[in-house]
T-cell receptor, first 114, second 114 residues
Framework: KQEVTQIPAALSVPEGENLVLNCSFTDSAIYNLQWFRQDPGKGLTSLLLIQSSQREQTSGRLNASLDKSSGRSTLYIAASQPGDSATYLCAALGGYLYGNKLVFGAGTILRVKS | EPEVTQTPSHQVTQMGQEVILRCVPISNHLYFYWYRQILGQKVEFLVSFYNNEISEKSEIFDDQFSVERPDGSNFTLKIRSTKLEDSAMYFC????????????FGEGSWLTVV
């Protein structure tokens, strides 16, 4: 059974700091890994998608990496801003063993202080 | 940017009542999903739908649940006889090629069963 874990559970940083959120998954048989942002009481906004054949993806101040062999992904946020405060979720899209469904981690709650 | 839209945003219902949650997926997408998030817990997969039939469902998706695509644009989740434990945020999602493309989520429908 695919399990996705995110560390840390919560993070508080001053504005301007660079930070790394970690995601690990137990089975490397994934199609892709997706990072989402969730604001309180809101939906899931897709940030980045990394295919299993890719090593990283970048969008603006965000960079996500994927190491399938070790079952890890990181989300790097550069020059953090108060508007980045949210919960960040990673989700692995399992392959044929797990069906084509996303398995989510519990999320990292990020607070960027001004 | 195209988006997945969901209605209602919030519904309160009495235990035992039937509920229908509605979704309009992104227009050229082929795969449709329902996920749910119980307060304080992980987002979890319920069901996927393709070519007018269920392609996969989780253990949660028992006989009280059903999905339908009644026309070319809407995708619905029906809960036949709601229980207290069905209280959750229900997310609709859609994607193009399964396993290849980003899965886009709606803003969610908060269901409170009293």
């Amino acid at each position: 059974k695919q399990e996705v874990t995110q560390i840390p559970a919560a993070l508080s940083v001053p504005e301007g700091e660079n930070l790394v959120l970690n995601c690990s998954f137990t089975d490397s048989a994934i199609y892709n890994l997706q990072w989402f942002r969730q604001d309180p009481g809101k939906g899931l906004t897709s940030l980045l998608l990394i295919q299993s054949s890719q090593r990283e993806q970048t969008s603006g101040r965000l960079n996500a990496s994927l190491d399938k062999s070790s079952g890890r992904s990181t989300l790097y946020i550069a020059a953090s801003q108060p508007g980045d405060s949210a919960t960040y979720l990673c989700a692995a899209l399992g392959g044929y063993l797990y069906g084509n469904k996303l398995v989510f981690g519990a999320g990292t709650i990020l607070r960027v202080k001004s | 940017e195209p988006e997945v839209t969901q209605t209602p945003s919030h519904q309160v219902t009495q235990m035992g009542q039937e509920v229908i949650l509605r979704c309009v997926p992104i227009s050229n997408h082929l795969y449709f999903y329902w996920y749910r998030q119980i307060l304080g817990q992980k987002v979890e997969f319920l069901v996927s739908f393709y070519n007018n039939e269920i392609s996969e469902k989780s253990e949660i998706f028992d006989d009280q649940f059903s999905v339908e695509r009644p026309d070319g644009s809407n995708f619905t989740l029906k809960i036949r006889s709601t229980k207290l434990e069905d209280s959750a945020m229900y997310f609709c999602a859609s994607s193009g090629l399964q396993g290849k493309n980003t899965i886009y989520f709606g803003e969610g429908s908060w269901l409170t069963v009293v």
